[in-house]
């Protein structure tokens, strides 16, 4: 067998959870946990700009478009 690129580093296997070691609590975590912020409203869209719009047009416009061809 052929000797691992990294020499005798040990290898990380990440669906091996018995390589997880629990958390020491004399070393606490420095990880704060973060808030979500939104970056934009959740609102619907104005009843012009909701996607059957943008479907409907775009499918009016593909048939228009071929129907010159035919």
Do not use: A, C, W
């Amino acid at each position: 067998m052929m000797g691992s690129m990294l020499g005798d580093l040990p290898s990380f296997d990440p669906h091996n959870f018995s390589q997880l070691r629990p958390s020491d609590p004399s070393n606490p975590s420095k990880v704060v946990p973060t808030t979500y912020r939104p970056t934009h409203s959740r609102t619907s869209p104005p009843p012009d700009q909701g996607i059957e719009q943008i479907f409907s047009f775009s499918f009016f416009s593909l048939r228009k478009q071929y129907s010159i061809l035919s």
